[in-house]
């Protein structure tokens, strides 16, 4: 099964600028077997993930969730627990991974470096399952950060493409040697089997082209004494891309 289990979809998630049958129909065109809709916060209703599989069948819908954490507002993906208490309340880092492997539930770390070299939640002690080293939110050269932390906390490595854009679905993805059914059946096999990481190499040489364009702008717009919120009134993008050039890292994945 190719799974991209790191997805944003604008009926949920209001910094997403596609659809889930955007979403869905992008991957299926770039050859996946399945996505898993992870919005900030929120769930997928169970009912509408059933309407969803069975329009789109054999191609598979999951449902998983992005919970931003207290105090430091860092990210972790969840599959394997569909409640309602996930969206309902908020959650520290400890609450959260308890509450998750309780559950036999599977839990990851996001972006990790995105804006910093430090990590703000304590990962020594609740050791996440997985950490993303490949999204359109991970810049390449924290490539040999993440996987100093993986190795040191024994986590395993995963990518996805953390898509906002279905024109991002797909860019990397898990390949897994079986085809689980169920959010808890896929929650089992991620954190018992080998986890493969691909990519779409011809779509990513054309999203990094995009990025040292975008680059090149900022640098000439901090040169020039602007800041993100100036990046944002010129070019409508997120201020997130001029932070993190600020900071000495890139984009490109």
Avoid at 43 to 63: A, D, M, Q, S, T
Avoid at 117 to 124: E, G, H, K, L
């Amino acid at each position: 099964m190719k799974i991209d289990m790191h997805v944003h979809c604008s009926e949920r998630s209001n910094c997403s600028i596609s659809t889930e049958q955007e979403h869905i129909e992008s991957a299926i065109e770039h050859g996946l077997d399945a996505i898993v809709i992870t919005d900030h916060n929120k769930l997928v209703p169970e009912e509408h993930l059933k309407e969803l599989n069975k329009k789109y069948y054999p191609f598979r819908i999951f449902g998983g969730i992005e919970v931003t954490t207290e105090p430091h507002g860092d990210d972790v993906l969840v599959i394997g627990v569909i409640d309602s208490i996930l969206e309902e309340q908020k959650w520290s880092y400890e609450k959260l991974y308890k509450y998750v492997k309780a559950r036999g539930g599977f839990i990851a770390l996001c972006h990790p470096y995105r804006y910093e070299n430090t990590v703000n939640i304590d990962i020594a002690t609740f050791v996440p399952d997985a950490i993303e080293i490949h999204s359109t939110n991970i810049g390449r050269c924290d490539g040999n950060l993440i996987k100093t932390l993986a190795a040191r906390l024994g986590s395993k490595l995963i990518g996805n493409s953390d898509a906002h854009s279905y024109l991002h679905t797909g860019l990397f993805y898990n390949v897994l040697s079986s085809s689980p059914k169920s959010e808890q059946e896929l929650a089992n096999t991620l954190l018992n089997e080998e986890i493969i990481i691909g990519e779409d190499e011809q779509r990513i040489n054309s999203f990094n082209e995009k990025v040292r364009k975008r680059e090149k702008l900022i640098k000439q717009l901090i040169a020039e004494g602007k800041n993100a919120e100036d990046f944002n009134r010129i070019t409508g993008e997120w201020v997130g891309c001029f932070n993190r050039v600020v900071l000495g890292k890139s984009y490109e994945i």
